[in-house]
């Protein structure tokens, strides 16, 4: 930055001598398209699980601990866009919202139906997306945590590592052992009790 800056001080513009002088350093640029889509990701995420929340806070339907569960996964999907993006501007990125790769998991042409499930069904689609954002984040992780120099970025691997990957670990494990404990509970004599007991467990630990 400073080479420039001095050679062409007094001969042009100043701002044509900017483009080293940025936040950008070591291979995060390399992977600032993928994570705009997976900022992108993290924005559909939350819609979806709104969309599962509203469903169960139905006078119909109405499971509050479900309804909870939904919210506070759509916050966090939310919050980690939002997180996501101020870490990319902190390394000299630039987000671009028009960049999405297929996404299996948000497929216009299904009905509207596919958010609105049943409890376990429910359960097992929230899995599935869980899932998807801890892969995406280990397939970026695997890019900046390459042996290739021109890719290698610890800062960017750990950023990855403590704010998503751990986490998703924890989120997924949740909610693969709701699924196991609900599928078992509903091989009872009484389902629609056992549901209804389950999501009042859900709703109070949820609170607590």
């Known amino acids: 930055c400073y080479g420039d800056v001095s ?14 002088c940025s936040a950008t350093y070591g291979a995060a640029n390399k992977v600032m398209l993928e994570m705009s889509n997976y900022v992108n990701t993290h924005i559909t995420r939350s819609f ?6 509203t469903h169960f806070s139905s006078y119909e339907k109405n499971r509050p601990g479900f ?9 966090e999907s939310w919050d980690a866009a939002f997180d996501l993006i101020k870490h990319m501007t902190k390394r000299g990125g630039k987000m671009d919202f028009n ?4 996404d299996n998991l948000a ?3 299904k009905p509207a139906e596919t958010y609105e499930l049943y409890e376990l069904a429910s359960l097992a689609r929230a899995l599935d997306i869980q899932k998807s954002l801890a892969e995406e984040a280990i397939h970026i992780h695997h890019r900046v945590a390459s042996k290739d120099v021109d890719h290698h970025d610890p800062e960017v691997s750990q ?7 751990e986490k998703h670990a924890d989120t997924i494990r949740n909610l693969a052992g709701h699924t196991s404990d609900l599928k078992n509970l509903l091989k009872s004599p009484q389902p629609s009790l056992n549901v209804f007991l389950f999501d009042e467990y859900l709703f109070n630990k949820l609170s607590a």
């Open 7 to 20: 050679q062409r001080c007094g001969t042009i513009p100043v701002e044509s001598a900017n483009s080293n």
């Open 48 to 53: 979806q699980y709104l969309l599962m929340s």
């Open 67 to 75: 309804e909870k569960l939904y919210r506070i996964l759509s916050d």
């Open 99 to 102: 960049h999405r790769v297929a």
């Open 107 to 109: 497929d216009a042409e």
């Open 159 to 165: 950023y990855l590592e403590e704010r998503f990957i």
